[in-house]
């Protein structure tokens, strides 16, 4: 089974790859901002339980993020892997996922860290708001974001690269191109089981 997180700040653009990644290997895509913002528009208990988190850019609880992971997951143990998109965000979460895993014997294969400029997100998440509506894309919110993101996801570089499973991508080119970059670090585990640490 090959089991992947896609890795990466807000805007960086690991959603789009996930689903490509998804289709091409025939993975379950798990991602968790879709999963609350489909519960959101449709308001449902869950999406009022998430919308005062999201709107203010700050990440969900994870009591609240691993019951609903698990739960959707459950559903999908017959897949050939998964791809985590947007989880695990906290080191909690990431040892938790850890667990679960282990103990299904079907531990995580990589971790996919793409790599965008600070300048380079601001832009790319201000213009998905306007393209999109987003609440959470606001300037103010933005910046909320990030600083999130560098405080309480970023640490799990440090978790994923202890475990020799960290690969890292450029995101600054094409999407194209970053997806060729990632499919050439996955095709390298799958036939050698050898991670490289940096895809140029």
Known sequence: ?????????????????SAKIADKY???HLSTGELFRKEMEKGT????????????GLLVPDEIVLRELYRRASDHLDSPGFIF??????????????????????PISLDISVVVEE????????????????????VEIAKLRLNVYKEQTRPLL?????????VSINGMEPVDRVFEKICLAIDTYLVSRKVIPVVE
């Open 1 to 17: 089974m090959l089991n992947l997180v896609i890795f990466g700040p807000p805007g960086s653009g690991k959603g789009t790859q």
């Open 26 to 28: 025939n993975l379950c």
């Open 45 to 56: 208990l869950l999406g009022r339980e998430v919308e005062k988190y999201i709107d203010k």
């Open 85 to 106: 998109d947007g989880f695990p965000r906290t080191l909690v979460q990431a040892e938790t996922l850890d667990r679960l895993l282990d103990k299904k014997g079907i």
């Open 119 to 138: 300048q380079e997100l601001f832009k790319r998440i201000l213009g998905r708001g306007e393209d999109s509506g987003r609440s959470d894309d606001s």
């Open 158 to 166: 440090d978790y994923y690269s202890g475990q020799g499973k960290i």
